[in-house]
């Protein structure tokens, strides 16, 4: 079945570290995007690339940073220089040509900072 | 610019109520409309969506909405509530390039 992966489900982070999430789908999409959820603050978008080896910042892109080597990966890495990174992150792909179709979200990461 | 406003950050019905969650959007061109469901710590899952064609627009889980292009509206219904309904609704709107927009999210609660 086609779908998004995201790993690991829960992760912990300790000041001062970097951390990668990693997000692979296998539905042949586009487009990968990348949001960040906190609690009353619905969806905020970090980046999104259109394309292999082209990404764009998003509204909240400082202290993250992205890959797109691969069109089935998207990984994210959240810096230290990112001063609040507790909160659900979550990846999605879509279909670029097709605007109808809407996203396929994976089942986010959890991040905490110990 | 397009944007998505939810009415209301948190709705509380009882069980076997009317459901009625409200969205409201902002667009220059006709826009492709689209409600959510996010269950605790799970990703968001389509309920629905409006391209073109029928306004009414009928999805998952006995969800229906309707697509009101004066009201600038698209607002989510389910004439009886069930426990399992329980989870956070997003609506969003489309915009240039397929990136979607939005809202802030209404949490609803079924009470017993």
């Known amino acids: 079945d086609g779908g998004i992966t995201q790993s690991p489900k829960y992760l912990f982070r300790k000041e001062g570290q970097n951390v990668t999430l990693s997000c692979e789908q296998n539905l042949n999409h586009d487009a990968m995007y990348w949001y960040r959820q906190d609690p009353g603050q619905g969806l905020r978008l970090i980046y999104y690339?259109?394309?292999?080896?082209?990404?764009q910042k998003g509204d909240i892109a400082e202290g993250y940073s992205v890959s797109r080597e691969k069109k089935e990966s998207f990984p994210l890495t959240v810096t230290s220089a990112q001063k609040n990174p507790t909160a659900f992150y979550l990846c999605?792909?879509?279909?670029?040509?097709?605007?109808?179709?809407?996203?396929?979200f994976g089942s986010g990461t959890r991040l905490t900072v110990v | 610019a397009q944007s998505v406003t939810q009415l209301g950050s948190h709705v509380s019905v009882s069980e076997g109520a009317l459901v009625l969650l409200r969205c409201n959007y902002s667009?220059?061109?006709?826009?492709?409309l689209f409600w959510y469901v996010q269950y605790p710590n799970q990703g968001l899952q389509l309920l629905l969506k409006?391209?073109?064609?029928?306004?009414l627009v009928k999805g998952i889980n006995g969800f229906e909405a309707e697509f009101k292009k004066s009201e600038t509206s698209f607002h989510l219904t389910k004439p009886s509530a069930h426990m399992s309904d329980a989870a956070e609704y997003f609506c969003a709107v489309s915009r240039q390039g397929g990136k979607l927009i939005f809202g802030q999210g209404t949490e609803l609660s079924v009470k017993p």
């Open positions: 667009s220059s061109v006709p826009p492709y």
């Open positions: 690339s259109q394309i292999v080896n082209d990404f």
């Open positions: 409006y391209t073109t064609g029928a306004t």
């Open positions: 999605a792909s879509s279909n670029f040509h097709d605007s109808n179709y809407g996203y396929t």
